[in-house]
């Protein structure tokens, strides 16, 4: 098994690099980089606005990319950027030296090779801040997000698809079924705001903060106040968040225990005289937990990016989910790329994880001697 996750962490390096440079030469193609929001900021009409309108999403007069300008003619006072018309070029060139699209993308691509290699991903374009720092303010709220919500799951999803299987076609599991698909089709956006409007300070109660991970005077408070208060802001979030969550897992667990209870082995269990709890307990559990332990690390991922990106807006919550929305609306790179190798890094280790896991799970399972 040692030889195995040491292939598996050998492979991230590679599995990293093509991801990344895939993403790069995509972006670096698209049009509406940032040259062309400072630019359009300097022309008054802001990010996103009139000039990317005006131009087809802020691409060139002359036809090419607005990351790719071509046709420039300095004499006449303009560049191959729309958003520089009427900008002295020197202006315009010094932007562009500003946020490196001076050198060639090759070059670009190589230093930002050497800087990842050194977990360094410089600083944001419009944020005055550095990646790093910017991740590192944000990931606690993604993870208290998506931990709890994996968590509660999980917790739940799984002995109640056990049972669901157990009783299966009765009124247990006719009513169970329609809880939870009546959940999971009910909009996350719209469930939290009706929690908001009941709850949070709406029109009604004003049980639970809305705004923030913890209160502003949270290092003031006692140790059972910072427990309550932290509480009290991720309570709802996370009830959203979990809501919907429960259909897949539970219908994945009841389907894949219904399987292995019909297979011969259980039968010839059950004629040797063992009892049901037995049986699910030392042979059913086993075969059967490896389907779901299969998808913890698409479901963590899911509600750790994906999931929460609509929550944290909602709820106004600084996480890596707002945050790589926004700078992918701002075209802020560096975030950008830096929030993707994150989020890329951690989904290959918790596949590893879940790798591992099914060897402690179903000991008759070796990766090693099945990869050799």
């Not at 070059?107 to 360094?120: G, N, P």
């Not at 550095?130 to 990931?139: A, N, P, T, Y």
């Not at 490896?290 to 998808?295: E, F, H, K, P, Y």
Request: net charge positive; hydrophobic share 50%; charged share 15%.
């Amino acid at each position: 098994m040692t030889r195995y996750i040491l292939k598996r962490l050998l492979l991230i390096i590679p599995t990293l690099w093509a991801i990344i440079t895939v993403n790069f030469f995509i972006v670096q193609i698209a049009p509406g980089g940032p040259v062309d929001q400072a630019l359009a900021a300097m022309s008054g009409l802001g990010p996103g606005g009139a000039t990317e309108r005006l131009t087809g999403q802020g691409r060139s007069e002359t036809g090419g990319s607005a990351l790719s300008p071509a046709g420039s003619n300095p004499a006449d006072g303009r560049s191959g950027y729309r958003g520089g018309r009427g900008l002295d070029p020197e202006v315009v060139e010094a932007i562009k030296v500003q946020y490196g699209f001076d050198k060639p993308i090759l070059v670009r691509y190589f230093q930002m090779l050497k800087q990842y290699a050194l977990f360094d991903f410089g600083d944001s374009l419009f944020r005055g801040e550095s990646v790093l720092g910017l991740i590192g303010r944000c990931l606690p709220v993604s993870v208290s997000l998506g931990l709890w919500s994996t968590l509660i799951i999980y917790l739940v999803s799984i002995p109640l698809g056990i049972r669901k299987a157990v009783r299966h076609g009765s009124r247990f599991d006719v009513w169970t079924s329609t809880a939870v698909i009546l959940g999971n089709m009910i909009p996350t956006f719209l469930f939290a705001v009706l929690l908001i409007v009941l709850f949070a300070g709406g029109s009604f109660l004003k049980i639970f903060p809305l705004r923030g991970l913890v209160s502003a005077d949270f290092a003031t408070l006692s140790l059972g106040g910072k427990i309550l208060d932290y509480a009290s802001h991720i309570f709802l979030p996370v009830f959203v968040m979990t809501i919907g969550g429960f259909a897949t897992l539970t219908m994945l667990t009841k389907n894949s225990f219904l399987d292995e209870i019909h297979k011969q082995y259980v039968t010839t269990a059950r004629a040797k005289g063992l009892g049901e709890r037995a049986i699910l307990r030392d042979h059913v559990f086993r075969n059967a937990m490896l389907l779901v332990i299969a998808g913890f690390p698409a479901t963590f991922i899911s509600m750790f990016f994906t999931g929460s990106v609509l929550i944290e807006v909602i709820f106004s919550l600084n996480g890596l989910g707002l945050l790589g929305f926004e700078a992918t609306m701002q075209r802020d790179y560096p975030v950008m790329f830096g929030t993707l190798y994150i989020f890329t890094l951690m989904g290959l280790v918790l596949s590893l994880v879940s790798d591992i896991t099914y060897t402690l799970v179903d000991p008759r399972i070796d990766f090693e001697r099945r990869s050799a």
